[in-house]
T-cell receptor, first 115, second 111 residues
Framework: QKEVEQDPGPLSVPEGAIVSLNCTYSNSAFQYFMWYRQYSRKGPELLMYTYSSGNKEDGRFTAQVDKSSKYISLFIRDSQPSDSATYLCAMSANAGGTSYGKLTFGQGTILTVHP | KAGVTQTPRYLIKTRGQQVTLSCSPISGHRSVSWYQQTPGQGLQFLFEYFSETQRNKGNFPGRFSGRQFSNSRSEMNVSTLELGDSALYLC??????????FGQGTRLTVV
């Protein structure tokens, strides 16, 4: 079983819809949670960064972390065609030991927002 | 602020050859990590360097190696290339090792 599980989709929604993307994980040492967006043939772009549990909002994006359930979510409100991309969740543990600089990624969810 | 710069963007190599990829991190970032991205395996961690020292290493064979220079720039080397090494190689820089910013990647094709 992978440390981080993410539904690969693909997910297709109409413009203006609310999108919900999710990841589950098994490693209770994960403390830092990130969402990246990756367009075709480009590097991943950091969208959201959260430490420990809670919610974080940035414009149309909201990230939620529930450490008790080992579950994280990304919500996109008023989705736009320009949001069409692959969304990757990533996690890391506190620095130290074998955790330095290592992000563990989900498989990515392919999202298409059609006009 | 300039982002993470990777060179070259594309490479075609023959089996058995070796290759060196370069990464310039964001100014002030001392942590540089390398990842391999393939359709089947997704993004997998190769190794991380901080202040010229390798702090962490993923589960890749010894053919994959790296180094970091005093200006934080990093290079990754793959020796004795195999067809399965064809992938997008991504470099990420960060201040502390987890909030990472990625470059555009180097797409390596081994023929």
């Amino acid at each position: 079983q992978k440390e981080v599980e993410q539904d690969p989709g693909p997910l297709s929604v109409p413009e203006g819809a609310i999108v919900s993307l999710n990841c589950t994980y098994s490693n209770s040492a994960f403390q830092y949670f990130m969402w990246y967006r990756q367009y075709s043939r480009k590097g991943p772009e950091l969208l959201m960064y959260t430490y420990s549990s809670g919610n974080k909002e940035d414009g149309r994006f909201t990230a939620q972390v529930d450490k008790s359930s080992k579950y994280i979510s990304l919500f996109i409100r008023d989705s736009q065609p320009s949001d069409s991309a692959t969304y990757l969740c990533a996690m890391s543990a506190n620095a130290g030991g074998t955790s330095y600089g290592k992000l563990t990624f989900g498989q990515g969810t392919i999202l298409t927002v059609h006009p | 602020k300039a982002g993470v710069t990777q060179t070259p963007r594309y490479l075609i190599k023959t089996r058995g050859q070796q290759v060196t990829l370069s990464c310039s991190p964001i100014s002030g970032h001392r942590s540089v990590s390398w990842y391999q991205q393939t359709p089947g395996q997704g993004l997998q961690f190769l190794f991380e360097y901080f202040s010229e020292t390798q702090r962490n290493k993923g589960n890749f064979p010894g053919r994959f190696s790296g180094r970091q220079f005093s200006n934080s720039r990093s290079e990754m080397n793959v020796s004795t290339l195999e067809l399965g090494d064809s992938a997008l190689y991504l470099c990420a820089s960060s201040l502390e090792g987890h909030r990472a910013f990625f470059g555009q990647g180097t797409r390596l094709t081994v023929v």
